[in-house]
């Protein structure tokens, strides 16, 4: 069956625009009830030690505060499945509010007051008396480096890193260019614009209807179903529309939790909304301590390439992800040793935010690059092309494709990189020293099993519906542009239908994956329904497609028309009437390829190229120009994949200059959980940025030949930034963020 690509590979607003501008769509927070009660977390004051007592009294003397609820009271029913672990949940034992007296991490819910409106809960909040018996926080990563241990067992999805090959120390102690040096990054948090946020619609008879911020339904509805001994056909999970997630939604939290055991208790509906400083007692990007070792000969080929990570997790769970996987194939090298190591601190389990690992350990291991450039004279792009790898040498695997040699030579192009000069402070403009750096990207393109339905109408309207979840992305209009395009059917006429925990399944939103993964299933759910009209259309008396099969049809503007003979054609509702039906629908499943996993390595790739402009009295940094070239098979759409390339270097940029949540040892908390201390990029900090696609043809990594575009942008935009102050100020920064202080 030939589709028209009337849509796919264009640049197409977004179909969930008009919805979100005119405030048609609804996020978690804005689902109400007649019924609905506002429920408002109090949070511990202290980071580790237990609570003694707490005095509900004053709170519960309000008019209109209808429950508080404690690990004193908490129903029993709650936590009924202790060992649960949601999809995406690490190795240990998830935290569970309300569940006991212990403090494990500042800020850790105590109670949750429940009232008539949202100002008498938060009133009543705040007359909530909490006692504790405190112990000595233990929060400095650092300090606990000797205690770092390797994660017990590996989180589903995220391999440890492979054995060791060749003798890397033995190649590095020989090698005549070395560099060694440890990379730190700050903790970053989760902070998109809607806040954690659950609404629990209380249906009568123990049945829930839950509006969720969660980048999956079906995990919710999992996590709930468990917790609380309930059926999945009582619990259904509806949330459209997500204001920016990033990683932040990939787990239940624990405002649902609380939702949910206070929609039970009091068979009613609640809403529970976290605060802005809330949003800082939640998963967050861990802190790492990384070194990296590169053993070179003295035309900066690799020898040897050892690279290790310290990374922080909570007392409870094994938080994991990828750090240090990417320097075993990201270049050619025939001794190589990874290791990745936890600490434990008393914080809140760190969670997954945009490109987990690859964005901590290719900013390491991109400084690193740059850093080997000048030891050995070499230009970092040149040094990038000698080290070029053309399999995985990891795994043992060819690539399904990498195109990462167009991104240089594309990238460069672009940038204008061979008018750099090669000395530190060489360039500059004014009181401003100019510095050009660059960085390679990479991070994995997944393809996992999706469902999807697609059902075609009489009218013409089509439907395309699965459970995964639009963060933002662009999701909703790449399966509408597959859709339109699969069945011949303008854009307009098609509805696509997420997040409904009644759709078809489809695994979360993340990972990059669910382009490849749900466009996949979509496209196939559009041929079966193709298929069943051409069946319907060949039955037709004295038809012209009477010997047509599938592969030599093509569907355009509503008609089944002959590839070869467009004037032997049936319109699609002619075979609908000869087929004495309305619609026609069709579920289908899309899988990964085991085989192509077995003998592949997936990876998106990308070049990234940064501008600085230091100003040299006041270390103010700016960054003024970034191209980022990306590699990433068949782009569906052109301007969604524009965005999201965009809004990955800008959080790299973020990542590079700005983010840190600073923990203060004494107390053990983040002091600066506010957005006026912790600071993002705005407006004024976002200059030019072009983002380049190159051509990459893909056959084998998912169905329609994309890889998925959401987490790219962000690998290797802070060690370009970082290496662009390198070259204007001469000053090797090698911890993330570059404050002015490190400058000056
Ligand atoms: Mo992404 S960090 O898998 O939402």
């Not at 625009?17 to 609804?26: D, F, L, Q, S």
């Not at 009133?123 to 017990?152: C, F, I, Q």
């Not at 260019?177 to 700050?186: G, N, P």
Request: hydrophobic letters at 40%; glycine letters at 8%.
């Amino acid at each position: 069956m030939a589709t028209t690509n009337l849509y796919v590979g264009t640049a197409r607003n977004r179909v969930d625009g008009p919805a979100k501008v005119t405030g048609a769509a609804k996020y978690a927070a804005e689902f109400t009830a007649p019924d609905l009660a506002y429920g408002v977390v109090v949070s511990s004051a202290i980071t580790r030690g237990r609570v003694t007592a707490i005095d509900t009294a004053a709170a519960l003397a309000v008019p209109g505060v209808i429950q508080v609820f404690t690990h004193e009271n908490r129903p029993r029913t709650a936590w009924l499945d202790y060992n649960y672990r949601d999809q995406v949940a690490p190795p240990g034992s998830p935290f569970r509010a309300l569940h006991g007296p212990e403090i494990t991490f500042g800020g850790q819910p105590v109670a949750l007051v429940v009232a008539e409106s949202f100002d008498l809960a938060r009133h009543g909040a705040s007359l909530v008396k909490v006692t504790y018996e405190e112990d000595v926080p233990n929060t400095d990563l650092d300090r606990n480096r000797a205690a770092a241990y390797v994660p017990p067992k590996k989180r589903s999805g995220i391999k440890p890193p492979p054995d060791p090959r060749g003798d890397p120390e033995g190649a590095f102690a020989s090698a005549p260019i070395q560099v060694r040096h440890e990379y730190k990054q700050a903790v970053e948090h989760h902070n998109p614009m809607e806040p954690h946020a659950s609404t629990v619609i209380w249906e009568g008879d123990g049945k829930l209807t839950i509006h969720d911020k969660i980048q999956g339904v079906n995990n919710t509805q999992g996590y709930v179903c468990s917790v609380f001994n309930l059926k999945p056909e009582d619990v259904r999970v509806i949330s459209p529309y997500i204001g920016g997630a990033f990683g932040s939604g990939l787990r239940p939290q624990y405002q649902l939790f609380l939702a949910v055991v206070a929609a039970l208790e009091l068979k009613r509906s609640v809403r529970v909304v976290l605060t802005r400083d809330q949003m800082f007692t939640h998963g967050y990007r861990p802190e790492a301590i990384q070194t990296v070792s590169l053993g070179a000969d003295q035309d900066g080929r690799l020898q040897s390439l050892m690279h290790e990570a310290i990374a922080g997790t909570s007392t409870f769970e094994d938080y994991q992800e990828s750090v240090v996987n990417w320097s075993g194939f990201l270049y050619r090298c025939p001794n190589v040793k990874l290791d990745y190591k936890l600490a434990k601190i008393d914080t809140y389990t760190p969670a997954d935010m945009r490109a987990p690992g690859a964005a901590t350990g290719v900013f390491a291991l991109e400084v690193a690059m740059d850093e080997l450039a000048y030891a050995a004279g070499v230009d970092p792009l040149e040094l990038r092309l000698r080290n070029y790898a053309e399999r995985d040498e990891g795994e043992n695997k060819e690539f399904t494709s990498k195109a990462l040699r167009a991104c240089y030579e594309e990238g460069a192009a672009r940038f204008g990189w061979a008018r750099r000069s090669t000395e530190p402070r060489s360039m500059r403009e004014g009181r401003e020293l100019i510095g050009w750096g660059l960085a390679t990207g990479v991070w994995e393109a997944y393809m996992m099993k999706s469902s999807a339905r697609a059902r075609l109408s009489i009218d013409g309207s089509l439907e395309v519906a699965c459970s995964t979840a639009d963060l933002g992305t662009g999701t909703y209009t790449i399966l509408s542009q597959i859709g339109a395009d699969a069945l011949g059917i303008p854009i307009e006429r098609v509805q696509t239908r997420l997040s409904d925990t009644a759709l078809p399944e489809a695994p979360i939103a993340g990972g990059s994956w669910t382009a490849a993964s749900s466009g996949s299933a979509v496209e196939m759910a559009c041929r079966a329904v193709a298929e069943q009209l051409l069946g319907m259309a060949r039955r037709i008396d004295d038809s012209p497609l009477a010997n047509a099969d599938l592969a030599h049809v093509t569907f355009v503007n509503g008609e089944i028309r002959l590839a070869d003979d467009p004037s032997r054609k049936v319109s699609i509702a002619d075979a609908m009437r000869a087929g004495g039906v309305e619609t026609v629908e069709a579920t289908e499943t899309a899988k990964p390829s085991l085989l192509t996993q077995l003998r592949f390595a997936a990876y998106t790739h990308s070049a990234v190229f940064a501008e600085v402009r230091v100003d040299e009295d006041l270390g103010v940094v700016r960054v003024t120009r970034v191209v980022s070239a990306v590699a990433a098979g068949k782009i569906l759409n052109l301007k969604t994949a524009r965005s999201q390339i965009m809004g990955g270097v800008v959080m790299g940029i973020g990542a590079a200059l700005e983010e840190e949540s600073m923990l203060d040892h004494n107390l053990g908390r983040f002091m600066n959980h506010n957005f006026g201390e912790y600071h993002v990029p705005v407006n004024a900090d976002i200059h030019d940025i072009e983002v380049i696609f190159v051509d990459e043809h893909d056959d084998k990594v998912s169905p329609i030949g994309a890889k998925g575009l959401g987490e790219i942008g962000i690998v290797g935009t802070a060690a370009a930034v970082a290496n662009a102050v390198f070259h204007a100020t001469g000053r090797r920064v090698r911890e993330i963020p570059i404050t002015i202080d490190k400058i000056i």
